[in-house]
């Protein structure tokens, strides 16, 4: 696996070193600033994409007495580096712009310009869509934060390309280092982004409860499915009894699909609530599939009016202090305790908790649990 990582790594330098080459000569022909901090943008590019293969060889080294967990940080340290070399990029190109707003220059040759431009912007979209791809499905932030890094360049030359192409045709010159500067603020924003995470990886934070919720489910019986794999493949654990998945994931995530469920045989208890969404996009029905999908038998699943991603842990509670996620958390804490008390201590006294008609009447219909 790190010679296959170690491809894709090799890749972004290509890429790097062709875009270098096109915008390069895009802002030599048109003395454009747009086309100037794009191509700025490149050479942080290729900076990154050999630092991040430096790391990916450096994270594959066997541990050893010295290191005896690995060098697996290696690539945290790369992305905090990567994105440290955005914001410096993303300065320069304040830097350069400030002046060109009191003194702008015409632009020569824009339509070659856009050109050159244009088809260094899909060798971006292309080889970071890719590593991105690659980066999600091996679990590798390197990877991840490259693949990133070159959608943001994409975002940056699309900005740059339109710039350019506006000035040619309104003859707006202060148009180009406005753009320059608009492309520089959300540049900054990408950095400080991995920046944060890269140090949030490095200080080791506790799990998030989405995450922890994913390795219950891989430890219960949920099966993984790559198509580079062939078969499902099994990390199932036989050693717990039950299993309580707070707004875990369902088919779609990291090798789950529709069939993960399928031999899961233990009790299982889902929660989730009408508030618990997922990038904008999946509903809250999402996280309740390991419910429906597995066979039936001991398995529940929470629904709370209301409830949000950080309903379940209490954090909201305890953020906002209202009486209505005083009263969600109050809900979890008693099905979820129920559960643990039936399954864990056999205590048959849990059992009326566990019964979806008096969940439904004593809290009013905001919490609603079904039994399978």
Known sequence: MPT???????????A???????????????GSLGLLSDAMESFVNLAAALLALSMLRLAATPADKDYPHGRSKAEYFAAGVEGALIVLAAAGIVWAALPRLFDPRSLAMPLV????????????????????????????????ADGRHLLTDVWTSFGVI?????????GWLQLDPLV??????????????????????????????????????????????APEQGSPRSLADPRPIAFLILSGPGAGARG??????????????????????VEGERTPMWHLEPFFRSPAGDKYALFLEGASHRSFTGR????????EEREIFRWVRAETLAFWDLYLKSATAARPWLEPERVAESSGGRAKLQKR
């Open 316 to 323: 909201q509670a305890e953020l906002t202090d209202t009486a």
């Open 113 to 144: 310009g856009i050109a050159l431009t244009g088809v260094a912007t899909a060798i971006n979209l292309a080889v970071g869509a890719v590593l991105l791809r690659v980066g999600q499905a091996r679990h590798s932030i390197t990877l991840e």
């Open 256 to 277: 789950l699909t529709e069939r993960s469920w399928d031999a899961w045989t233990r009790p299982m208890m889902v929660v989730t609530g009408s508030r618990d969404l």
């Open 180 to 225: 320059a500067l608009l492309v520089a603020a959300h540049i900054l924003w990408i950095g400080f982004g991995l920046v944060r995470r890269s140090i949030s990886g490095l200080l080791d934070p506790a799990i998030a409860h989405g995450e922890q919720s994913e390795i219950a489910q891989l430890l219960g019986g949920a099966t993984l499915h």
């Open 16 to 30: 790097a070193l062709a875009t270098i080459s096109l915008k390069t000569l895009a802002w030599w022909l048109t």
């Open 162 to 170: 339109a710039g350019v192409a506006l000035v040619a045709y309104t």
């Open 4 to 14: 296959s990582l170690e491809r894709y790594a090799w890749l972004s330098v290509a």
